[in-house]
């Protein structure tokens, strides 16, 4: 049941997707549509930015007749895995590729981040509405020792809130995710007793309970979340406002409760310098209206193409979303990459061949 109630989900986020990306033919200014004619892209890889992927994609090929790009949302775990075994021509991922990956890949590897994203809680609590949890509230929750909403820890933060005694469902990702690597990062970051435990990974052990329950990609937690009184999972920022999902409040390293937005999501990227290999991390991000857990998110391109056409196709797409994509960024949920980093990204392109 729950697999056809995501099914459907599924389908209406698509559709309400499609619905946003049928504004006029987007204006190009990657100057490169001519030489890329008649060109197929195949990609794979995070679900994370597949809102803000799919309306590029759409947009870029309804302007540019000759050029179809396919992205399956898949995981990144999954992208990565595409990717290395050569059955796609681009992937995408949460979790930049380790050393060890790119070394992997014999026609080389250039990472380069498209947006940037907040990873948010949101929650089911039919009458609460913002929700504030402090780092030692939202880390036992996802321990499984803060087990039920009325526990001292969330009430003391939330006074006047009608929080029910009712058991929390956590919801996790069942999939190899970089959404999750985003987050658990994040919380061995804050709390030693999770970098000990479950620690950092796109897959790792979850405390043993029934009320952890799995469920695939960002879009399968946000339906769980949403059929699930009393629940609460870790979603991309665009699908929980996009499903209009309750988001809590976080308190990060400044100690201030901070919501997700685009303010909160930029004042987290403006303490991160992006080095030269183009991957830069944001544990747990400095600065009093930070949100605690930002990340970047990257495509995965070989630095070498057996036909020259896909190479050019695929450097003016992302042109593209590094211009005209980026001014819709924030109506989609992303943080719109910072000035500096679009020039690097760009300059990254001439190694692509």
Known sequence: MRWRNSSLFVAGLTACLLFSGCSSRSSDSSGGADAADNVKLTGSGASFPFPLYDRWFKEYSRAHYGVQIDYQAKGSGAGIKDFTNGTVDFGASDAAMSDEEIAAVGAGVQLLPMTAGEVVLAYN??????????????????????????????????????????????????????????????????????????????????????????????????????????????????????????????????????????????????????????????????????FPIVSYTWLLCYKKYEDPKQAEALKAVVKYCLTDGQKISDEMGYVPLPEDVVAKVTAALDAIQ
Do not use: C
């Open 125 to 290: 609590l039919p009458g609460v509405e913002g929700l504030k949890l402090s780092r030692e509230a939202y880390t036992g929750i996802f321990l499984g020792k803060v087990t039920n909403w009325t526990d001292p820890l969330i009430a003391d933060a939330n006074p006047g809130a009608k929080l029910p005694d009712e058991d929390i469902t956590v919801v996790r990702r069942a999939d190899s995710s970089g959404t999750t690597f985003v987050f658990t990062q994040h919380l061995s970051a804050i709390s030693e007793a999770w970098a000990n435990g479950p620690g950092t990974g796109k897959t790792v052990v979850w405390p043993d309970s029934d009320k952890i329950v799995a469920s695939p990609k960002n879009d399968g937690v946000t339906a769980t979340i949403t059929q699930t009184p009393g629940a609460i999972g870790y979603i991309e920022y665009g699908y929980a406002k996009l499903t209009k999902l309750a988001m809590a409040s976080l308190e990060n390293k400044a100690g201030n409760f901070v919501m997700p937005s685009l303010e909160s999501g930029q004042a987290a990227l403006s303490n991160v310098e992006m080095p030269a290999d183009l991957r830069a991390w944001l544990p747990d991000p400095p600065g009093e209206q930070a």
